[in-house]
Structures are given as structure tokens and as C-alpha cells.
């Protein structure tokens, strides 16, 4: 009996022994699951914070005032051979284009590279480019540079486009008040000489999933020769280069590894819109100057589209007016900071297949409105197309009709006693009217001549007018000035600066002009203070202001419809 119960005893002390060792292979293999699990989370905390952080710039150039789709729209290459135009650009479309595209990426930021405004058609002019300013910070700009045509209004007027409110001349003419951009505009290389200071912020600084990303902006540095020099007076423009290049090991200190330049200074490709089998321009001097650590180059001012490869950089531009939206990705490395990839696609903003933003088209209709009554007003007629595209010695239809615009409304004595006129060929904007004819409206003139520059008619001498001629060859390039009716002179190209128009061969009515005779002579207000690099007509003697550019030419339509192509015969090239 007793051994009976020892084997009990024996008995339960191994079942004990189980049981305990069956609990303690579970909490072991509890303990070890839980391990593994923590092991597991702790690996997924730990591989997103060790991914690339992917960034998505969205970016555009010289838009110019343009809220609805321009005319032209974008001349692309045709797979058949040749080239097509497609319709492109408006705010209603990029607006839509930019919103479809930020919703599908998680880190994304919108920026420009200068000349949003300025130059503007009507329906933004009119309004001192107001609604353009309304229209992009809807859009959703967060930065932009400066470009040379933000001046054009003068630095005062540009501080109101930022900072907002009326303005001080014709107070508020839209349909509310103006209360300045919500983007931030950037002029690294902008200096006001007064305090020392850029007069915006060299560059703004953008954290994406705890990654710091800089965007430096500035505008060229031959700004000064591109706008009414008065109305830059004070300021200070440096190479863009050596500005850029001072600026690296500042953020660097601050921790920013990746940098991004927006620049107002662009190249000519030889390529079509999305590609870039070779680039010239000053765009390549300046990228090739860069310091490394800039990995995007968003550029932007002769107005083309490209995506190129320079130097290592990536360097960009979208056409203008609005057809073109650039999207760069890019990735960041979270240990380093720094721009490891950067790919870029230029997408065309087709009118066809975008629909209309809603709230830009209230904005743009509210606008409207107000602007509506003078843009359709019928000034005229053409048979063809005018055109502003260059002879090969530089003269276009549109620039000759303009000119004698310009002395038709200053040629008799009591408005000036105009002879001769000049116009330059940066104020002419666009081509007037369609192939077959058409009516012409002001809205339509006054895209092409959208400054509201008035009149100057001055005196120079014979030998002051040939060395004007002279300054059409300049560091930045050929300016061809566009002549009226019955003035003509002859240029020799492979000829040395200063002897390139010889003085026997400028005429006026058929005559040899006099280097010691005296002749009136109009222009408008930018040339006359030397705008373009002209600074021999800052010496005209007594000067009269007149009426506006854009009124001229609308008595001169009112007077002379229909009106035709010209012969092109007023300038002559030599090999």
C-alpha cells in the first residue's frame, strides 16, 4: 500500500514536471514570438526612416501675364517629319495639370523661374498684373525668382506685387482688394546699394520628411540693360555664378546638403521640347561655374523648352506662357542630406485634354468683366498674318508697322517734328492677326506692344544716330532696332565693333544722312532712357513726351486697315 502510494506520488511529480516544463516551452516560445515580433515592428520603424525621401518639383517660366491660353500655343516636332502646333497653357489648365500632379505625390513643391509677369496681355495689364499675381498664388506658387521683366514697373511697384495693396497712382481697379502674392519671391543676386541687403531673400529653405532642401533664386545679371534703367536705379545685379557659389558653404553650415537654383536666365536648344541634344546660350557658362552641391537647374527667359544634362547638372525650362510644366523628381538620402537622383519631364499643358480649374476661371472671369468692353473693341484689319519673326538681317512686318505707327503720331510739328523712328524688337511681343485676314482688335494690339511705354521724340545728330546703329551689337547679343518708312542702312557682318553700319550707306528719303545735321527722332520712353543697352539716345536734346506706344498704333490701324506685310527692304545684310 505504501509502495502503491509512492508510485502515486511518483506519478503526479512527473505530471508536475510536464505540466511546468509544457509552461515554460510556451512562455519561452511566447518570449521568443514576442521577440520576433518586436524584432519585425523594429525593422519596419527602422527601413522608412532608412528610404529615400522622393520629392516632386513642379516648375514653370515667363508666364507672362498669360491667363488664357495664348494663341500660338507650342510649336513641338511632328513624329511624320516637320512640326505641328498644339494648344497649350491658360491658368484653367496648369492650374488643373498642377493640382492632378501634387495629388499624387506626397512630398511636392511649385516654383517658377522669373517673368510672371510683365509684358502681359491685356486682361493682366490692365489690372498692373494683379489678377496674374491672384492667379498663381491660387495656383499654389510657393517660390519664385526674379526675372528682368518683374522690373519693368520699377522696384517700388515689384515690392507691391509681393507685399500687396493699391496702386499708388490709379488705386484699386479690380474687382477687390489686391493683397500681394502668397508665394515668396527670391533675389539672391539683387542688392539694394542703400542698405547692403538683396532686396528678397537669397533663398528659401524646405524641409520634406525631415530632409532640408534650398531654392536659390535670382535673376541675370544683365537686367539692368533689359528694363527702364530708372526703374532699377539703386539696385545691384552680380553674377549669378559667384552669388550662387557664395551661398553653398552658408546652408551648408546650416545642415542643407540639397540644393536646387531657380535662375532667370536661360539657353537655345537644339533639341525638342523634352529633350536636349545640345544647348548654347549664357545658361551654360553659368552652370558650368556652379558648385557641385547645385543638383537642379530650373531656368528660364528665351522662352524654350529643354531638358538637359550640363555638366552634371540637371537644367530645365518650360517654353513660356503657361504650355509648358516641368516635373523634376527627385530623391534625397536621409544620412547625407543630399540630391541623389533628379529626373525631369516636360509635360505640354493641353487644352484639349485638361479641364478648367473652377476657381481660376471665376478669377479670370471676374476680371474679365472690367477688361472685356476695351479688349474687343475692333481697331482695324489685316490681309495676313504680321509677324515679328526676323529677316536675315533682322527686320520683321510687325516691327516696320510699328515704327511708322510711332511717326505717323509724332512726325508733325506740334507733337514732335519726328523724321525717323525706332523701336526695339524686345517690345514687340507677339504676331498680329491670321493668315487669310482678319479683324483686329485692342486686346490683340495691345499683346503686342504691352508696356504702355510713352513716346519720346528727341534730337541727335548724324553722327549720333550711326553710332546708335552701332549699339546693336552688344556682349548680350544683336538687338536689330526696326526703322519707319524711308530710312535704310546697310550692316556688314564681318565687320569689327564700331565700323559694322558704315555711314555712306544710311539713308534718309533716299539721301545720304549728315553727320553734322540735327533730326528728330521717336522712340519710346525705354529706349530713351537707354533701356537695352541704347545709351546714345540718353543724350537726345529737347525732348517731348507723347501719347502711348499702344494708342498709336491704334490710330494707325483706325487710319491705314487694311493693312499688309511689308517688303522687309529697310536693312540690308552684307555676308
Known amino acids: 500500500m505504501k509502495h502503491h502510494h509512492s508510485l502515486q506520488r511518483a506519478a503526479a511529480a512527473l505530471a508536475l514536471v510536464a505540466a511546468l516544463k509544457s509552461r515554460f516551452l510556451q512562455a519561452l516560445a511566447a518570449a521568443l514570438l514576442s521577440c520576433a515580433v518586436h524584432a519585425a515592428q523594429a525593422q519596419q520603424a527602422v527601413a522608412p526612416a532608412e528610404a529615400p525621401v522622393d520629392l516632386t518639383i513642379l516648375a514653370i517660366n515667363d508666364f507672362h501675364g498669360n491667363?488664357?491660353?495664348?494663341?500660338?500655343?507650342?510649336?513641338?516636332?511632328?513624329?511624320?517629319?516637320?512640326?505641328r502646333r498644339v494648344a497649350a497653357g491658360g491658368a484653367e489648365h496648369l492650374a488643373t495639370l498642377v493640382k492632378n500632379l501634387r495629388a499624387s505625390r506626397r512630398n511636392t513643391i511649385f516654383v517658377a523661374a522669373g517673368d510672371l509677369i510683365g509684358a502681359s496681355p491685356l486682361l493682366s495689364a490692365l489690372f498692373y498684373d494683379e489678377p496674374t499675381v491672384e492667379s498663381l498664388s491660387l495656383m499654389g506658387l510657393d517660390v519664385s525668382a526674379v526675372g528682368n521683366h518683374e522690373f519693368d514697373k520699377g522696384k517700388a511697384e515689384l515690392l507691391r506685387m509681393q507685399n500687396g495693396g493699391c496702386h499708388p497712382m490709379d488705386g484699386c481697379r479690380g474687382p477687390h482688394l489686391f493683397t500681394g502674392a502668397t508665394f515668396r519671391y527670391l533675389s539672391a543676386s539683387t542688392v539694394d546699394r542703400s542698405t547692403g541687403e538683396t532686396l528678397f531673400p537669397a533663398y528659401l529653405v524646405r524641409e520634406f520628411d525631415g530632409v532640408p532642401v534650398a531654392f536659390i533664386g535670382l535673376t541675370l545679371k544683365a537686367t539692368p540693360t533689359m528694363v527702364t534703367p530708372s526703374g532699377v536705379a539703386g539696385l545691384e545685379f552680380r553674377d549669378e555664378a559667384d552669388t550662387v557659389n557664395a551661398l553653398v558653404p552658408q546652408l551648408e553650415a546650416r545642415g542643407v546638403q540639397a540644393i536646387v537654383v531657380l535662375i532667370h536666365e536661360g539657353g537655345i536648344p537644339f533639341g525638342d521640347y523634352n529633350e536636349?541634344?545640345?544647348?548654347?546660350?549664357?545658361?551654360?557658362?553659368?552652370v558650368k561655374r556652379l558648385d557641385k552641391a547645385v543638383a537642379v537647374v530650373v531656368s528660364g527667359h528665351t522662352h524654350r523648352a529643354y531638358n538637359c544634362r550640363i555638366d552634371g547638372h540637371l537644367v530645365t525650362s518650360a517654353d513660356k506662357y503657361g504650355t509648358v510644366l516641368t516635373r523634376i523628381d527627385v530623391t534625397l538620402d536621409r544620412a547625407t542630406h543630399r540630391i541623389v537622383t533628379a529626373q525631369a519631364d516636360n509635360i505640354i499643358v493641353r487644352t484639349a485634354e485638361l479641364a478648367k480649374d473652377a476657381a481660376q476661371t471665376a478669377l479670370i472671369a471676374a476680371y474679365d468683366d472690367r477688361a472685356k468692353p476695351l479688349a474687343d473693341r475692333k481697331v482695324g484689319s489685316v490681309t495676313a498674318t504680321l509677324t515679328e519673326q526676323p529677316s536675315l538681317a533682322g527686320e520683321t512686318e510687325l516691327g516696320d508697322i510699328i515704327a511708322d505707327a510711332q511717326l505717323a503720331?509724332?512726325?508733325?510739328?506740334?507733337?514732335?517734328?519726328?523724321?525717323?523712328?525706332?523701336?526695339?524688337?524686345?517690345?514687340?511681343?507677339?504676331?498680329?492677326?491670321?493668315?487669310?485676314?482678319?479683324?483686329?482688335?485692342?486686346?490683340q494690339l495691345f499683346a503686342c506692344q504691352p508696356f504702355s511705354n510713352s513716346l519720346v521724340t528727341l534730337t541727335l545728330r548724324?553722327?549720333?544716330?550711326?553710332?546708335?546703329?552701332?549699339?546693336?551689337?552688344?556682349?548680350?547679343?544683336?538687338?536689330?532696332?526696326?526703322?519707319?518708312?524711308?530710312?535704310?542702312?546697310?550692316?556688314?557682318?564681318?565687320?569689327?565693333?564700331?565700323?559694322?553700319?558704315?555711314?555712306?550707306?544710311?539713308?534718309?528719303?533716299?539721301?545720304?544722312?549728315?553727320?553734322a545735321a540735327s533730326y528728330r527722332i521717336t522712340v519710346n520712353s525705354f529706349l530713351a532712357d537707354g533701356g537695352d543697352g541704347f545709351t546714345v539716345l540718353k543724350d537726345g536734346t529737347d525732348r517731348r513726351i507723347g501719347d502711348f506706344d499702344v494708342n498709336a498704333l491704334d490710330r494707325y490701324f483706325a487710319a491705314q486697315s487694311p493693312l499688309s506685310p511689308g517688303p522687309l527692304d529697310r536693312i540690308r545684310r552684307v555676308d
Open 67 to 83: 491667363l488664357e491660353p495664348s494663341d500660338g500655343g507650342i510649336v513641338i516636332a511632328d513624329p511624320a517629319g516637320g512640326a
Open 409 to 443: 503720331a509724332t512726325s508733325s510739328p506740334e507733337v514732335g517734328g519726328a523724321v525717323i523712328a525706332f523701336t526695339n524688337p524686345g517690345g514687340v511681343r507677339t504676331e498680329l492677326g491670321r493668315s487669310g485676314g482678319s479683324d483686329v482688335t485692342f486686346g
Open 462 to 515: 548724324g553722327a549720333q544716330i550711326k553710332a546708335l546703329l552701332e549699339q546693336q551689337w552688344q556682349q548680350n547679343g544683336v538687338r536689330i532696332l526696326h526703322g519707319s518708312h524711308g530710312f535704310t542702312y546697310t550692316w556688314h557682318a564681318s565687320r569689327l565693333g564700331g565700323e559694322r553700319v558704315p555711314f555712306e550707306e544710311i539713308t534718309l528719303d533716299g539721301k545720304p544722312l549728315d553727320a
Open 276 to 286: 536636349c541634344p545640345g544647348i548654347a546660350g549664357p545658361i551654360v557658362d553659368i
